[in-house]
């Protein structure tokens, strides 16, 4: 039930296309859904987050879509470019208990964009 | 900016050994979390860490232990390193009066386990 289900393993898009990447749950306790951002050699960054309440949040090229009624939530990647090439997770965060949230992350995205 | 650092890149142990991977965060943050990052598997949460000395088991904590001696420092233990726990070990640290879904993540230590 603490699952988050990630797809797809791996895009491959030109540049200036649209990136979409997927992902489920299962738990409704769930506060925020974040995505995170990680290049090779790096760890994981912050890149946008969303809260339940609300179906949609932009940032500049990105946007989560969310959905929750179908338990869904989407990135996509408007106009991607090369150096957006990466992996993402999204994630899920769940109050522990007073002040702690954990993330519970998706499997992750291998993202390739050809020039 | 926040600065998390880990010990060490690159680490390669034998089957049996004691491995210690430490992780120092800057920021006076109070969580501080330990994950692995596995192909396919996408990160698992090990052990966190509310508080000097407060440890919770993660998802993962079998073969693990930890240690939170002051507020900046947070070590993951591999009591008896095997094979099957070669990976690539991600340390985190969170406050809560910033966002509750935000962590900031160091480099990472590849382990590898011969």
């Known amino acids: 039930q603490q699952q988050v289900k990630q797809s797809p393993q791996s895009l491959i898009v030109q540049k200036g296309g649209i990136s979409i990447i997927n992902c489920a749950y299962e738990?409704?306790?769930?506060?925020?859904f974040p995505w995170y951002q990680q290049f090779p050699g790096k760890g994981p960054a912050l890149l946008i987050a969303?809260?339940?309440?609300?179906s949609e949040k932009k940032e500049g090229r990105f946007t989560i879509s969310f959905n929750k009624s179908a338990k869904q939530f989407s990135l996509h990647i408007m106009d991607s470019q090369p150096g957006d090439s990466a992996t993402y997770f999204c994630?899920?965060?769940?109050?522990?208990?007073?002040?702690?949230?954990?993330?519970?992350f998706g499997t992750g995205t291998l993202l390739a964009v050809q020039p | 900016d926040v600065k998390v650092t880990q010990s060490s890149r690159y680490l390669v142990k034998r089957t049996g050994e004691k491995v210690f991977l430490e992780c120092v965060q800057d920021?006076?943050?109070?969580?501080m979390f330990w994950y692995r990052q596995d192909p396919g598997l996408g990160l698992r949460l090990i052990y966190f860490?509310?508080?000097?000395?407060?440890?919770e088991k993660g998802d993962i904590p079998e073969g693990y232990s930890v240690s939170r001696e002051k507020k900046e420092r947070f070590s993951l233990i591999l009591e008896s390193a095997s094979t099957n726990q070669t990976s690539m070990y991600l340390c985190?640290?969170?406050?809560?009066?910033?966002?509750?879904?935000?962590?900031?993540f160091g480099p990472g230590t590849r382990l590898t386990v011969t």
């Open positions: 985190a640290s969170s406050s809560p009066a910033g966002g509750a879904y935000e962590q900031y």
């Open positions: 738990n409704t306790a769930f506060d925020y």
């Open positions: 969303i809260r339940p309440d609300v």
């Open positions: 994630a899920a965060s769940m109050n522990y208990g007073g002040a702690t949230n954990k993330l519970i």
């Open positions: 920021m006076d943050h109070e969580n």
């Open positions: 860490s509310y508080d000097v000395k407060m440890k």
